[in-house]
C-alpha cells in the first residue's frame, strides 16, 4: 500500500471568475447537467437569470457537485466555463497529473468521505474544509502517468462508444421524421400510378405532389390512405406500482427488475435497460400485483417528469410513475419509441396536476395522432432495427467498461496492480 496524503497536497479550489455574458449553454455547469453516478457532463437547459459574474473552471479542472454528495457527480473538465456557486471546482497543482487526482476522485470512498462531512438532511451539502482532508495515494508523477494511461484508455473507448450510439440515434430519428412528420416516405408504384406519374416511384412523397388529405380530427392534412387513431393502438399501456417498502422481502438486489423514474434520470445516455437500484421478490409482486413487462416494452415515465423513455432489454417491472407500452405485433419497439418521442408535447399537453404534472393511463390511451400504413412501418423497422442492435451493442459495452474501471481503479490506487 502506498503512502496517503491529504487531497489538500494535489489540489486547491479555484477562485477564478468569469462573468455570464461570456459564458454559454454549452459550457455553463450546474448540480442539474452534472450526471448521477460519476456519468460525466450534460448540456444544460438553461443560464442564470442573474447578471454578474460566477465561478469559472479551466481545461484539467475536476468539478464536483457539493450537493447531495451520494449522487456521485463529478467532471474532468476538457473546456472551460463557468459554473453554478454549488459545484466546486478543483485546481490540480502542476506537480501532478490532473487526471491521475480526478480518479483518485472518482472512487466510491471519495463521495462517502464527502458524506461524512457533510451537513443537513433533505439536501446535505459536502464541508469545503474537510473534503481537502480525503486521503489519495502518493505515488511519482511517472507512476501516476502510467495509471492514468491505463484507466483513460477504458474511458476514451466507453466516450467513442458513447459518440457511435449518439450517432445511430440521430440517424434513425432523422428517418423517423423525414418519414413519419414530413411524410416525404418512398412513394410506392401504385402511389405514383395514382398520380400518372409512374417516374415518381421512390421518391419523397409529399415533396412530389403526393396526395394529401385533410383529417377532420387531428386539424391537419395527412397522407392519403393514412389514419387517425389513439394512442393505444401501439400497444398495450400498463402502469405498475409499488409493494410496501415497510413489509420486509418484498425488495432485494436480485430479484426481478423494479424500474423508477430516477433509474431512468440516470440512463439518459441510453435507450437500453436491464434493471434499476431495487429488484422485487415473488412476494413483492404478488403484493402490488406487479405486472411483468417483456423484452422489448418502451417504458415512459407518466410523472415527475412525464417523458423519460427507455426501452426494457429483459423482462422488468416498474413503480407507479410509468405508463408502459407493450408492443402487440402491429407496431415494432423501434417505431412506438420514436412515435411516443416525437408526440411528448402532445402527451405533456395532455396532462393534469398542479405541482407536479401526471398523464393517466386512460388519457394516454385517448391522445389521437396519425398512423401509417404498416406496409410502411414494416420498412422503417427493417432500416431501423439493425441500427438499434449496434446501439445495444455498444450501451452492453459500455456497462462492462465501466464495471472494468471501476474494479482497476482502486487496485491500481493502493498498488495492489501495478502498470508494467
Known amino acids: 500500500m502506498n503512502k496517503l496524503v491529504s487531497l ?11 462573468n455570464k455574458s461570456d459564458v454559454l449553454l454549452e459550457n455553463y455547469v450546474t448540480t442539474e447537467n452534472l450526471l448521477p453516478d460519476k456519468s460525466g457532463l450534460d448540456q444544460s437547459k438553461k443560464l442564470p437569470a442573474q447578471e454578474g459574474n460566477m465561478n469559472k473552471y479551466l481545461r484539467g479542472n475536476i468539478l464536483v457537485s457539493n450537493i447531495r454528495p451520494y449522487l456521485k457527480k463529478i467532471w474532468y473538465a476538457d473546456k472551460e466555463g463557468g459554473c453554478s456557486s454549488d459545484v466546486l471546482v478543483f485546481n490540480v497543482k502542476d506537480t501532478h497529473n490532473s487526471k491521475f487526482v480526478y480518479y483518485a476522485m472518482l472512487s466510491d470512498g471519495f463521495f462517502e468521505h464527502m458524506m461524512r462531512g457533510s451537513k443537513g438532511t433533505k439536501m446535505p451539502r459536502g464541508d ?33 462508444n458513447k459518440t457511435i450510439s449518439s450517432q445511430l440515434e440521430d440517424i434513425t430519428k432523422q428517418l423517423y421524421h423525414y418519414w413519419f412528420v414530413q411524410f416525404d416516405f418512398p412513394m410506392s408504384a401504385s402511389q405514383a400510378a395514382a398520380l400518372g406519374k409512374p417516374h415518381l416511384t421512390g421518391k419523397p ?39 410496501s417498502t415497510k413489509v420486509e422481502g418484498h425488495f432485494n438486489a436480485v430479484g426481478t427488475p423494479w424500474i423508477s423514474p430516477k433509474d431512468l434520470s440516470d440512463n439518459l445516455d441510453n435507450r437500453f435497460i436491464t434493471r434499476g437500484a431495487l429488484g422485487v421478490t415473488e412476494k413483492g409482486i404478488k403484493a402490488a400485483s406487479l405486472k411483468l413487462l417483456p423484452a422489448g416494452t418502451v417504458l415512459m415515465s407518466s410523472r415527475a417528469p412525464i417523458g423519460y423513455l427507455a426501452v ?44 407536479f404534472k401526471e398523464i393517466s393511463g386512460g388519457t394516454l390511451k385517448a391522445v389521437k395522432i396519425h398512423f401509417p400504413p ?6 422503417f423497422t427493417k432500416f431501423s432495427s439493425s441500427l438499434s442492435s449496434q446501439r445495444s451493442v455498444l450501451e452492453q459495452q459500455n456497462q462492462e467498461l465501466t464495471q472494468l474501471r471501476d474494479w482497476l481503479l482502486p487496485m491500481l490506487m493502493n498498488g495492489q496492480v501495478t502498470v508494467a
Open 8 to 18: 489538500s497536497n494535489f489540489v486547491s479550489y479555484s477562485t477564478e471568475r468569469v
Open 128 to 160: 469545503k474544509r474537510q473534503i481537502l482532508e480525503f486521503k489519495v495515494p502518493e505515488y511519482d508523477l511517472p507512476v501516476q502517468n502510467k495509471i492514468t494511461a491505463v484507466l483513460s484508455a477504458v474511458d476514451t473507448k466507453i466516450k467513442i
Open 205 to 243: 412523397y409529399r415533396a412530389s405532389g403526393g396526395k394529401m388529405v385533410y383529417n377532420e380530427i387531428l386539424k391537419r392534412d395527412i397522407p392519403e390512405g393514412w389514419t387517425d387513431d389513439s394512442l393505444e393502438k401501439l400497444g398495450k399501456i400498463i402502469g405498475g406500482s409499488t409493494p
Open 312 to 355: 426494457a432489454k429483459n423482462p422488468v417491472t416498474t413503480n407507479q410513475g410509468f405508463k408502459s407500452v407493450v408492443p402487440n405485433g402491429k407496431f415494432s419497439t423501434d417505431y412506438i419509441y420514436f412515435t411516443l418521442k416525437h408526440f411528448m408535447m402532445l402527451i405533456h399537453a395532455n396532462a393534469s396536476g398542479t405541482t
Open 374 to 379: 404498416a406496409d410502411l412501418v414494416k420498412e
